[in-house]
């Protein structure tokens, strides 16, 4: 059964740094675009980075020149490599990626990790 497992996450202080990682684990044939969504309290879930599977990669406004997404397809990973975090950061993260499972191609499906919380402190 294929997951996406998240890491990094964490308590940091404004102006400070985190690495987040997601990894696709079990059998995957391929992976498409990857992701990374957040949701804050009571707020809806809002796309941050998107990177297709030749490393063209898009941002939200709000976090264009601080984050960067980046993914490695021989582990099946990507990051999100945060820089000057801001307390309206506070949110928990989600990656996400369009997977083909093994045996299943060509079609992709939609897979989401579990979220983990990253909180900026003022």
């Known amino acids: 059964q294929v997951q996406l497992v998240e890491s990094g996450g964490g308590l940091v202080q404004a102006g400070g740094s985190l690495r987040l990682s997601c990894a696709a684990s079990?059998?995957?044939?391929?992976?498409?675009?990857m992701a990374w969504h957040r949701q804050a309290p009571g707020k809806q879930r809002e796309l941050v980075a998107a990177?297709?599977?030749?490393?063209?990669?898009r941002y939200a406004d709000s976090v264009k020149g601080r984050f960067t997404i980046s993914r490695d397809n021989a582990k099946n990973t990507v990051y999100l490599q945060m820089n000057s975090l801001k307390p309206e950061d506070t949110a928990v993260y989600y990656c996400n990626a369009d997977l083909v499972p093994g045996g299943w191609g060509p079609i992709g499906y939609d897979y989401w990790g579990q979220g983990t919380q990253v909180t900026v402190s003022s």
């Open positions: 079990g059998s995957v044939s391929s992976i498409n675009a």
């Open positions: 990177i297709t599977s030749g490393g063209s990669t």
